[in-house]
């Protein structure tokens, strides 16, 4: 698997990505299934990377997700997004240390296209690690904070959290709403960084440096965001006291751009 750059921010205010120490061992013959799996030609994979946690080396066996972006050398046909979908859903009955696994999809052509420079390329160079394939994270420059990098990023999220609030009142089992609930959490928590970009030396890497920039330049909004942090972590909320929350943060976050 190929390695990343340090944690950390240089003499010239780059930030950089995700550790270059080994995966953490209870996740390394998940990460060996995925890379044999998902290089099968037939599966048009260009490169396989890992983000969040567990690229991090900060995972936590039976509690953390997998979280994957795949490049493929074409934009996916309907009968390659399913086929990656069961190869996904096998992948969790196969490894349980993972609570799920995530994949993230785009096309080469999409990742290089000079208009999303500032979010597939600000997400490969400074989220990803390249653990099998082609590293289209080296065709680009590291990134300083930016407003345009953080609207990029998220500049969707009145749209996505509304929707989030959508799937989270039609969820047919608590175990499914418990998990929206967790995802919406962490959406907000990156979206926030809209907020706080042009005051940031570094762009944050986890929730938690999320929320302590955010807090420090909305200090009045501490206990909302502490909400959204644990449900992140530990979904636990009903689901009218989450979407009451939810929307209110939403409505407040748009009346401050």
């Known amino acids: 698997m190929s390695e990343s750059r340090s944690t950390g ?16 061992l209870e996740f390394q013959p998940l990460l060996e299934d ?7 030609p037939d599966l048009g994979v260009d490169g396989i990377y890992l983000y969040g946690s567990v690229a991090r080396g900060e995972a ?6 997998l979280d994957l972006t795949l ?12 086929r990656l979908e069961r190869v996904r859903c096998d992948l969790e009955l196969r490894h349980p240390q993972v609570t799920k696994v995530d994949f993230d999809i785009g096309s080469r052509a999409e990742v290089l296209a000079a208009e999303n420079r500032n979010s597939w390329g600000f997400w490969l160079k400074h989220h990803c690690r390249c653990v099998w394939g082609n590293d289209l994270g ?20 009145e749209a996505v959290l509304t929707a989030y609030l959508r ?27 809209i907020l706080c970009a042009e005051e940031a030396s ?12 955010f807090a420090r330049q909305y200090p009045t909004m501490v206990v909302q965001v502490a909400f959204f942090l644990f449900e992140a972590r530990n979904p636990s909320a009903d ?17 401050q751009q």
């Open 9 to 24: 921010v240089d003499a010239e205010g780059f930030i950089f990505t995700v550790s270059r120490a080994p995966v953490q």
């Open 34 to 40: 995925v890379c044999n799996v998902l290089s099968q």
């Open 60 to 65: 936590l066996p039976g509690i953390s997700d």
């Open 71 to 82: 490049v493929l050398r074409e934009s996916p046909t309907i009968a390659i997004l399913e």
């Open 138 to 157: 080296v065709r680009f420059e590291r990134f300083r904070p930016s407003m345009d990098v953080a609207l990029a990023m998220n500049g969707d999220f």
């Open 167 to 193: 799937r989270i009142a039609r969820a047919d089992t608590e175990q499914e709403r418990l998990r929206l609930q967790r995802a919406a959490s962490r959406k907000l928590i990156r979206a926030t960084q």
């Open 202 to 213: 570094a762009w944050p890497q986890t929730l938690e440096e999320h929320v302590a920039l």
């Open 239 to 255: 689901s009218e006291k989450f979407s009451a929350r939810l929307q209110a943060f939403v409505a407040w976050m748009a009346s």
